[in-house]
């Protein structure tokens, strides 16, 4: 009996674990006659493309794992496999289901079954007992239809380590893609707004099996290891253990490149995970902190306990540190935050200087407290996936509306890393806020109606929009986004609306470009003309924790 387990990434570059932890479960627990195969897509893919894959492996049954982010495309997926092959049964599983099953099995015919929680174990037993020729309705999670009525069972969560996901063929489809490590699961918090408090509480796998499975995945060609724990520090002893490993075994065991990022707690870090992380080389390490707000009304009321003093202490610690990529969360839309409280917890975010500060939006997922109980979450969201927020009693459909540009205009700014001296120069010269700054631009960029848009033009756009602002001295701000430009863009090239006409600076500046001795390694070159000096680039050595190349400013030499 063949098996298809499928699920569509969001983009190629992701590769999802799940659907390679249910192989895994068919390789160990099914009966043999059973072999199973993982089909892989993207939601961007023409549907038809991934149905050809299925059906060329003929199978019998079809799993797929589902999200918010791909569960409509999946479903359009599924309605067609049952047109060309109207006898295949088909499972589906996944935090996307597992809370909505009775919900999908009573609209959606085309779902035969729907496996509740962890599936890599009942998967395998529903399978045995399809290839028996048995009626599968004593399967742990296994929610199904009976006639007319739906039979719902409660998530299924395991007290069992999960067998490994990395199989032979794991690794033959992984090709450089970002590799997914899991090294326990649960979580310790019962965030409102969250699943992964209900799925039990913390279990850590094997720490050995964890170390090895570091290595494996380190030596695959993959250059980004996420570690999906929900808190990765939740076993402070734990986390140092394999903190000191990575540490340890980098440029040696580990290849030198390699990323390894991390979800983590950022207010129960004490000093001595701080001191062992002051010791991760130079961009080995990406810690994601989900701070989510900084207004403690709002943190009690989602059941998020955070030592906020603690929480600032420790991030401004590791971002002086500088030898990690630090990346923090804030959501919109939760429980007494309204637009002048966000506007705070943004700024006081901001002034911790993250490499990456992302500003979110409030998601009401199937399962999660916020969604369960209206009564006291009450707000408005989309009914279609990923159900964000469109209104709440402390925040309109109009705040949230303008934080969405916010939003873009933060990316566009300061977490693509292309502007960052001229962010710091604008706050040092204009009387707002960084809230206030992202907020202008994002209003103003919103009315040039542009989404899609070169990274020339846009510089252009900046260029305008800044340069009238009160206090800005027009050349200085042309040099400063100059020096943002070389060193963020290894092309060396620099956009039409930052140069300046000038034979004789730009018979120099060849000159300071031919003289690079790097063969082989491009030199971008300008000239700063509020400085009386010039400044290149040489695109060899991007710092892998600010993404930028280094600058060296000159004296031109006279003829």
């Not at 707000?293 to 971002?319: C, G, M, P, Q, W």
């Not at 695109?539 to 003829?559: E, I, R, S």
Request: proline residues 5%; charged residues 25%; aromatic residues 10%.
């Amino acid at each position: 009996m063949t098996v298809v387990i499928c699920t569509l990434n969001s983009k190629y570059i992701h590769c999802s674990p799940a659907p390679w932890y249910l192989l895994a479960g068919i390789k160990e627990h099914c009966l043999p006659g059973i072999s199973g195969v993982v089909v892989e897509g993207t939601i961007n893919e023409q549907t038809d493309e991934v149905l050809m894959r299925i059906c060329d492996k003929k199978p019998h049954v079809v799993g797929f794992s589902c999200y918010i982010w791909n569960i409509e495309a999946t479903i359009r997926l599924i309605k067609k496999l049952k047109v060309i092959m109207p006898d295949v049964i088909t499972v589906l599983g996944g935090p996307e289901v597992s809370y909505n099953a009775g919900q999908i099995l009573k609209t959606e015919s085309s779902v035969d079954y729907i496996i509740s929680g962890e599936g890599e174990k009942p998967f395998a037993l529903f399978l045995n007992d399809i290839l028996q020729g048995k009626w599968p309705q004593s399967i742990p999670g296994l929610c199904f239809r009976d006639n007319d009525q739906i039979v719902l069972s409660k998530p299924y969560i395991s007290c069992e380590q999960p067998p490994s996901p990395y199989t032979e063929e794991y690794f033959e489809a992984l090709k450089g893609r970002i590799a997914y490590l899991e090294t326990s699961r649960g979580c310790p918090y019962h965030c409102a707004y969250c699943l992964s408090g209900r799925c039990g509480s913390v279990r850590f796998f094997d720490i050995d099996r964890a170390k090895k499975e570091l290595l494996l995945l380190a030596n695959s060609g993959t250059k980004t290891i996420k570690l999906i724990d929900r808190t990765f520090n939740a076993n402070s002893k734990r986390a140092n253990e394999l903190f000191l490993f990575i540490i340890n075994n980098y440029g040696k065991a580990i290849p030198y490149g390699t990323r390894f990022h991390f979800e983590i707690a950022g207010d129960i870090l004490d000093n001595q995970t701080l001191d062992i992380l002051a010791l991760a080389p130079l961009g080995a390490m990406q810690l994601e902190i989900g701070l989510q707000s900084f207004n403690d009304k709002t943190l009690n009321a989602v059941n998020r306990k955070t030592n906020l003093e603690r929480l600032k202490y420790n991030i401004k610690r590791l971002v002086d540190n500088a030898n990690l990529h630090i990346h923090i969360d804030l959501i919109a839309g939760l429980p007494y935050e309204d637009y002048e409280s966000l506007m705070h917890s943004f700024n006081t975010a901001f002034e911790l200087r993250p490499n990456m500060l992302q500003l979110g939006f409030l998601k009401l997922l199937h399962g999660s407290p916020m969604r369960d109980r209206p009564d006291k979450y009450p707000c408005r969201f989309s009914s279609r996936p990923p159900y964000e927020v469109i209104e709440t009693p402390w925040m309109s459909k109009s705040d949230l509306q303008s934080l969405h540009r916010t939003e873009d205009a933060l990316q566009r700014l300061y977490n693509s890393g292309r502007f960052t001296r001229t962010i710091e120069y604008l706050l040092e010269k204009i009387s707002c806020s960084p809230f206030e700054l992202f907020t202008s631009f994002g209003e103003y960029f919103e009315q040039c109606r542009c989404k899609r848009i070169s990274l020339d033009d846009f510089t252009a756009l900046v260029f305008e929009y800044f340069s009238k602002q009160t206090n800005i001295d027009k050349a200085v701000l042309r040099d400063i986004m100059v020096c943002d430009r070389l060193s963020s863009n290894p092309s060396g090239h620099i956009p039409l609306t930052l140069k300046i006409k000038d034979e004789i600076i730009d018979k120099k500046l060849k000159k300071l470009k031919k003289s690079n001795t790097k063969k082989g390694v491009r030199r971008g070159v300008a000239y700063l003309y509020s400085q009386k000096c010039a400044v290149y680039a040489d695109y060899v050595d991007k710092n892998p924790v600010t993404g930028q190349y280094p600058l060296t400013k000159v004296q031109l030499l006279a003829d």
